[in-house]
T-cell receptor, first 111, second 114 residues
Framework: DAKTTQPPSMDCAEGRAANLPCNHS???????VYWYRQIHSQGPQYIIH???NNETNEMASLIITEDRKSSTLILPHATLRDTAVYYC????????????FGTGTKLQVIP | DTEVTQTPKHLVMGMTNKKSLKCEQH?????MYWYKQKAKKPPELMFV???????INESVPSRFSPECPNSSLLNLHLHALQPEDSALYLC?????????????FGPGTRLTVL
């Protein structure tokens, strides 16, 4: 079963920051938090991942709380092309190759 | 080359047919994955290959048969499928299977079983 929970949907105005929350309260010390997104009918696209520290790349920022029980993905200036389903995943430490997707958040960027 | 390719893009097959899906990457990745995605659902892991050896089979029915002939290629052989097997089949690869390596996904094969 998926170990992350996310709101099913969110709206964001174009040009504003999109903040997508994720709860992973059962995460263990060696598990990474990953974010992927999937634009309609395409393959998932990797966005960012982190273990303990906040991370930033050209696409987004990842803020992980100090207790690691939740995280937030930030898209700093959302565009219409960011409309997608965003998945937060914690990588299974028991079988490190396993990846279990949760139900994701459908982000709708509004003009 | 930083992409995962999958062929065919679309496949329609009858329940008695035998067909194969193909996945290829040239990034030197040593872990490759098959996922199945039904409409409006998240992808579900089916198989994992690590260094060309099957390391995870998520209790997938035997009518799905994976094969990894070399480090760049991953096949999924299909036989005697059911209409409920209609889905988007996604291939992915990562540098190794370790959790600090991100997965790169292909565009998928849309399979319809009649």
């Amino acid at each position: 079963d998926a170990k992350t929970t996310q709101p099913p949907s969110m709206d964001c105005a174009e040009g504003r920051a999109a903040n997508l929350p994720c709860n992973h309260s059962t995460i263990s010390g060696n598990e990474y938090v990953y974010w992927y997104r999937q634009i309609h009918s395409q393959g998932p696209q990797y966005i960012i991942h982190g273990l303990k520290n906040n991370e930033t790349n050209e696409m987004a920022s990842l803020i992980i709380t100090e207790d690691r029980k939740s995280s937030t993905l930030i898209l700093p200036h959302a565009t219409l092309r960011d409309t997608a389903v965003y998945y937060c995943i914690d990588r299974d430490s028991g079988g490190y190759q396993k990846v279990t997707f949760g139900t994701g958040t459908k982000l709708q960027v509004i003009p | 080359d930083t992409e995962v390719t999958q062929t065919p893009k679309h496949l329609v097959m009858g329940m008695t047919n035998k067909k194969s899906l193909k996945c290829e990457q040239h990034m030197g990745h040593r872990a490759m994955y098959w996922y199945k995605q039904k409409a409006k659902k998240p992808p579900e892991l089916m198989f994992v290959y690590s260094y060309e050896k099957l390391s995870i089979n998520e209790s997938v029915p035997s009518r799905f048969s994976p094969e990894c002939p070399n480090s760049s290629l991953l096949n999924l052989h299909l036989h005697a499928l059911q209409p409920e097997d209609s889905a988007l089949y996604l291939c992915a690869s990562s540098r190794t299977g370790h959790s600090y390596n991100e997965q790169f996904f292909g565009p998928g094969t849309r399979l319809t079983v009649l």
